[in-house]
């Protein structure tokens, strides 16, 4: 007998499982496996990251994906990697060494850079061990890093192909300027926010002192930097004004009134103060106008000698200051309240200055339109299908994007500019400084920025299988087969990197995007003074843990944060229910929905189905004694005649399962293959087929007791290969259980025979297998079963309580289906008499359930019951009336029907549909009692 500890110990077993595996080599792909290749690179997590619930989704999903194909006979690889995170990486380094009384302008570049990487190979991609303990089955031998030598060639040669082909160039340009960092970001970097703020009604003084102008503004400050005024050139109020000055408050300077048809009549007076160096509508405006552009900020986002007497403020103080003073003058017609949008950036949350600044630019639109036709021909999909809306919208409306920025930390951009003319320079892509410059070194000087780290994310897919070089690995494993990621960098990053791969190779990067939504937390807060506070984690757990929601207490899902203390870390929760309970978690929480739900207790529910996964191998091991290897062995089809019903029908209902998982696996049905999988082995295995054999098991036919077990330990070995790819720690520990008792056949075939489950092929469903017939009988049995159950629970029946029950239908088939599981009913509920008469003869005094509207299940009631029974549906009745009636209402109300989303009344009418059913059913439950 197979001897399993009483309790799964995920800690005994996870360790030693993922040592086994990464010892002996299997992830590596197969050279020998017979089907073709199956390939994901990681989305790389940043070098300074923790795991995150995030993560734990992105990397279960892929993992699953290459344990199903690896098990599918495919020659799998899952290459694993980081990115260097240049704003972030230079930014944790930085506190580090405020830490210890050093600044990074005391250093030099080098100096500097040689401690990011010291902290680098001492600190980071602790992410990458996290991944270890998720079971993450990459193949660590190629694990890539987006500045290691390889990755930093695969940058440098396509930056200098978009050089040669004039696709990039470098000019002054407004660019998203994040003072925080002091450096520029992408459009996709900035994340906007609705803030409340303030309009401000402004006075600019004709230049010939006949009157005024009026221009409101959400930001004062910036008129030091005006050189225009604009009106719309068909708005009539105005038109006297074209061609006439004003002069500048504060600065003292005339400033012309243009007419440009970027101005909004309706905001505000139908005046636009136009300030081309911070404000990217009144750039392209001064461009038209040909107006000068005057730069009233520094980098770190003060004002400058442009500002005059504001020179050296802050800008929230500049703009207090103005505002004074334009007040003191008399110039503030009225203040507003305004909602307005504020950009932020994503690394540091400063708010974003649009600012004039010399970059370097990608043109975009060429390389978009090809994007664009990659995913409308369908050599890509993208999954689910709703996500090519705003893919195409994006496309259609890029604008270039902006690779350089202000760091040390990064791929330096490899352009060498003249020293006595920066409009003579060289772009190089070998390794050191171009022959030119190593010939006159004094004569040239290198450009001090670095790429955005997305222009080396975008090359992932090519540079991780050894691009620019024609690899094997590339030869085979490119294009890869799919990209799991969520719907936040579908421009940052994925649309990018197919616009690479047909840039740089004329190839798509992968032929499957599968993008998941985000997860939510539950964010539990109090209303105080009409703000919400939110409460702090101890409470948070508390409440959890009790599942009561204390007075005064709300709760709503948000994006996980920190500050809202919804934070969920996967490691404390594969600490403490595991890493198989976390990953089925966060499998059958990926609906195809754009938010995620995720509280703690779903990982306790799980962790109990881990948990019942182990109770289920130690009773089929317990019962295996005389079961010898040779008899475990034989084909099933060999003893086919010596099955029982239920035999029949656990061996139909597993290859139906395995039917729909390899549906939802091709469909990317995550959620629903984790719920199909729980059913049959917690619902069908565990609760019915376990229970029915138990009588065979314990009784005196030996043939019938070998039958039983054959079927119940082939079941569980072909289940706990089916579960592998959710749950790998857990099956691979009973199966190698089982394997050292049965061994692999010793008249060849695959079962056992592999060393590890993870390269044992996966079950196969077989049509022959799949019996409609015997399912719906046995269906129907366990349907009187549940029925009975919930007459007992109704009524207040004791388990031990013997029953009284009379079965009826009018459909010939399904009574003759009724007295042939008879004993199956018989087993699940204790029976004193069981009859098959028409209700016409039964007693009156019962219960009564329906089954599809035409099979009905009564069970006699003993008068107390029955008593008990009428007090429940008379108190039950007038409940449901009274929601029916209100339903009613509600729906009779044209206002509702007609002004409610339309979702929401469905809604209603289905909820109204259910309580009318559910109304009749009492009300004829209720009359059978008299």
Request: overall charge negative; some cysteine.
């Amino acid at each position: 007998m197979i001897d399993l500890d009483k309790r799964y110990d995920p800690k005994a077993t996870e360790g030693k499982w993922y040592a086994f595996w990464e010892e002996g080599g299997f992830f590596a792909p197969d050279p020998e496996a017979p089907g073709g290749p199956y390939t994901i690179v990681i989305p790389p997590p940043n070098v300074t990251g923790k795991l995150h619930t995030g993560h734990g989704l992105d990397n279960t999903l892929q993992d699953l994906l290459i344990r199903w194909h690896r098990m599918s006979g495919c020659r799998t690889l899952w290459v694993p990697g980081m990115d260097h995170a240049g704003i972030a990486t230079q930014t944790v380094v930085e506190k580090a060494l405020l830490a210890e009384g050093k600044r990074k302008r005391d250093m030099t570049r080098e100096e500097f850079l040689e401690r990011v990487w010291a902290w680098k190979e001492e600190k980071g991609g602790q992410i990458l061990r996290q991944l270890r303990r998720l079971g993450s089955s990459c193949d660590w031998s190629r694990e890539a890093f987006t500045m290691d030598a390889a990755r930093s060639r695969a940058v440098r040669q396509v930056f200098k192909r978009l050089y040669d082909q004039g696709l990039l160039y470098r000019g002054l340009y407004l660019v998203n300027w994040d003072p925080g960092t002091q450096t520029a970001l992408a459009d996709d970097e900035v994340e906007y926010e609705e803030e409340e703020g303030h309009l401000w009604h402004i006075r600019y003084p004709f230049e010939d002192g006949s009157g005024h102008a009026v221009v409101a503004t959400t930001r004062p400050e910036t008129m030091l930097g005006d050189t225009a005024v604009a009106i719309h050139p068909k708005d009539d109020r105005y038109q006297h004004l074209i061609g006439k000055s004003c002069i500048l408050p504060l600065m003292d300077r005339p400033i012309p009134f243009v007419a440009d048809d970027f101005v909004d009549r309706e905001f505000g007076t139908g005046m636009v103060k136009v300030t081309p160096a911070h404000d990217p509508n009144d750039f392209e405006c001064g461009r038209r106008h040909d107006l000068e552009m005057i730069n009233i900020l520094t980098e770190d986002g003060h004002i400058n000698e442009n500002g005059g007497k504001y020179s050296g403020l802050d800008i929230m103080t500049a703009r207090e200051r103005v505002v004074e003073d334009l007040t003191a003058l008399g110039l503030i017609e009225r203040v507003e309240p305004h909602t307005h949008r504020v950009g932020r950036s994503y690394r540091s949350k400063a708010v974003v200055e649009p600012y004039l600044s010399e970059q370097w630019f990608v043109k975009m639109r060429p390389l978009a339109e090809r994007a664009a036709e990659a995913v409308r021909s369908g050599r890509i999909r993208l999954i689910p299908r709703t996500y090519e809306g705003v893919y195409f919208h994006w496309l259609e409306n890029v604008r270039d994007w902006c690779i350089s920025r202000q760091l040390w930390w990064g791929h330096r951009i490899p352009i060498w500019y003249r020293r006595d003319d920066r409009s003579q320079m060289l772009c190089f892509d070998g390794e050191g400084d171009p022959p030119e410059v190593t010939a006159d070194p004094g004569a040239w000087e290198q450009d001090p920025d670095v790429l955005d780290t997305w222009f080396s994310s975008w090359l992932w897919p090519l540079s991780t299988l050894g691009w620019p070089e024609e690899t094997e690995d590339l030869r085979i494993h490119y294009p890869t087969s799919v990209l799991v990621t969520g719907h936040d960098i579908l421009f940052f990053w994925v649309a990018r990197m197919i616009m690479a791969g047909l840039f740089c190779r004329d190839e798509i990067p992968f032929h499957d995007v599968y993008i998941h939504g985000l997860i939510f937390g539950k964010s539990y807060y109090r209303m105080i003074e009409n703000r919400a506070h939110y409460l702090p984690e101890d409470e948070v757990l508390e409440i959890e843990r009790s599942e009561k929601l204390p007075r005064g207490v709300k709760y709503k899902w948000e994006k996980m944060s920190k500050s809202k203390g919804n934070i969920i870390d996967p490691s404390e929760m594969i600490d403490e229910f595991g890493a198989d309970a976390v990953r089925f978690t966060l499998t059958a929480l990926c609906t195809q929905g754009r938010q995620l739900d995720l509280e703690r207790n779903r990982f306790r529910g799980y962790r109990n189905f881990v948990n019942k996964i182990w109770n289920a191998a130690r009773l089929v091991f317990m019962n295996m004694d005389g079961l010898r290897p040779e008899v475990f062995h034989q084909p099933l089809e060999d003893i086919r005649d010596r099955f029982a019903l239920e035999d029949k029908w656990i061996i139909s209902a597993f290859n139906r399962a395995v039917a729909v998982a390899e549906r939802d696996i091709e469909d990317y049905d995550f959620s629903g293959l984790a719920n199909n999988l729980y059913q049959f082995f917690w619902r069908q295995y565990c609760d019915w087929y376990l229970e029915y054999v138990k009588p065979r098991l314990y009784g005196d036919d030996r043939n019938a007791r070998e039958t039983a077990q054959i079927v119940m330990t082939r079941i569980l070995e072909r289940s706990l290969r089916l579960l592998h790819p959710l749950i790998p720690f857990v099956t691979e520990e009973i199966w190698q259980r089982l394997r050292d008792e049965m061994g692999p056949n010793p008249s060849g075939g695959s079962l056992l025979k592999s060393e590890s489950i993870m390269t044992a092929q996966r079950p196969r469903w077989l049509s022959e297998w799949i019996d409609d017939n015997v399912e719906n009988e046995i269906q129907l049995a366990q349907m009187v079963v549940d029925k009975i159950r919930n007459i007992q629970s109704e009524v207040g029946f004791s388990p031990s309580d013997p029953l009284s029950i009379c079965l009826y239908s009018l459909n010939d088939e399904k009574m003759r289906l009724l007295a042939e599981c008879k004993h199956h009913i018989s087993q699940f509920v204790k029976v004193e008499s069981l009859s098959f008469t028409p209700v016409s003869s039964a007693r009156q005094k019962h219960a009564h359930e329906l089954i599809d509207g035409d099979v009905n299940v009564y069970v006699d009631l003993p008068e107390e019951l029955c008593e008990r029974e009428l007090a429940r549906l008379d108190k039950v009745i007038p409940q449901k009336e009274k929601l029916v009636t209100g339903l009613e209402k509600k729906l009779g109300n044209e206002g509702f029907t007609s002004g409610a989303p339309a979702e929401v009344v469905v809604a209603e009418r289905a909820r109204l549909a259910q309580a009318q059913s559910e109304l009749t059913e009492l009300l004829a439950k209720r009359r059978l009692l008299g």
